[in-house]
């Protein structure tokens, strides 16, 4: 870390030279920003991909260093014109920020039932260290302004930098993860990309993040590689049977009261791995250690699944993990050793954002008059089934009968709870 001034430059392996200046040095400084030091960005899928270990902490960097970018481009067009510099800054923050509330082990426990990062976020804002660093700024409510930034609830015209379509987050975490899995899917066009950013007047005079024409392409371009990642990287077979073990893991433990969920979102990978490892079961954490992992019983694309169905899986992890117990009966296993997985992003390729033509007029991505523009977005839906899977991962071998397994599926959260408690046998095929 080099330093010059008031200001210290870091080395980074994919944006060379960052410049970090005063007011988030203090941050960076902080016990809750130097936690993301500890926090792996994907998770478990260093498994896969061993070169997978980088972490939130120099993603956070990562998206600092464009939002400065951005600014400084936004800044010598002439379109900040009127908009405060405590604004600026607050939008630098917060994308410094914005993954101050991640649980270990990127976005698993969410899965599990926790509370949403975003309100992890909230308290972390307000951490003693955090908030002296903000302090010295001047700026009113400066952790409630942040904070609004990063759940996309602001009101600045720059909200879109943050939190949107086109944030500056995913510009980096898609560069990045790529660039340490060793896959070429991630490729964007990060230049064009942030050279594209316009600020734009809405017709109620109001102004917002938007994007210029010649820059469609290569935001078709992220789309595609946020598509192809999600296929390949993040929900790959062996990366999901990892997060739907380690799920279950910490799950058990909070219920058993081995593991205090409110300590959680404030230990890091290697104290939470500890912690469970330390628990009164520890067979399944000894087997995530030694990745030996569940194998594929069942793995069914989602355009196998009826539309609709097997989305409660996802949504109602408690439902979820007694339907696994029944399975696991029903076929010879025991609790624990059958678990489900169907991975959902439905907005993985939406699009909302003003779009400015060459001739200076305004439209918008997803209206009719931008028709052949986008032309990804189209396909939207079925990109999305694509990726997605819905698997049944289990200890040991196992036979499942695939006909049952969608009968099960197309049925709602209610009648999958209702045949539970009229315990009934969930593997039956009736026609």
Known sequence: MAVAGNFEVIRDPLWNNIRVDAEALRVVDSTPFQRLRFIRQLGH????YPGATHTRFEHALGAYHLARRALTLLGERGELAGIPDDELVLVRL??????????PFSHTLEEAGLPSHETIAHQQLRHPELAAALEPLGIDSVEQRVEQLIRGTSTSPLQ???????DLDKIEYLTRDARMCGVPYGTVDADRLIHSITV??????????????KGVSALESLLFAKYQMYRNVYWHHAVRSATAMFKRLVRAAIARGDLDAAWIPHSTDEALMEAVRAVRDPSLAARLRGRQLYKRALDLRAAEVPAGGGEWIARDPDLAERVEDQLALELGLEPGELLLDYPAKPAMLAVELPLLLRDGRITHLADESA????????????????????????????????????????????????????????????D
């Not at 879109?160 to 086109?166: C, F, I, K, N």
């Open 45 to 48: 899928a260093y498994l896969v």
């Open 94 to 103: 917060a994308a410094l920020l914005h993954d101050i509330g991640h649980y």
């Open 160 to 166: 879109g930098l943050v939190s949107g379509s086109l």
């Open 200 to 213: 734009v007047t809405r017709p109620d005079g109001s102004r917002t993040v938007g994007v210029h024409e």
């Open 371 to 430: 028709t052949g523009l986008l032309t990804i977005e189209r396909v939207a839906d079925e990109l999305h089934m694509s990726a997605r899977c819905l698997r049944v991962f289990v200890a040991r071998p196992a036979e499942l009968n695939r006909r049952a397994v969608l009968r099960l599926v197309e049925h709602s959260a209610e009648e999958v709870g209702a045949e539970l408690t009229r315990g009934a046998p969930l593997l039956a095929v009736r």
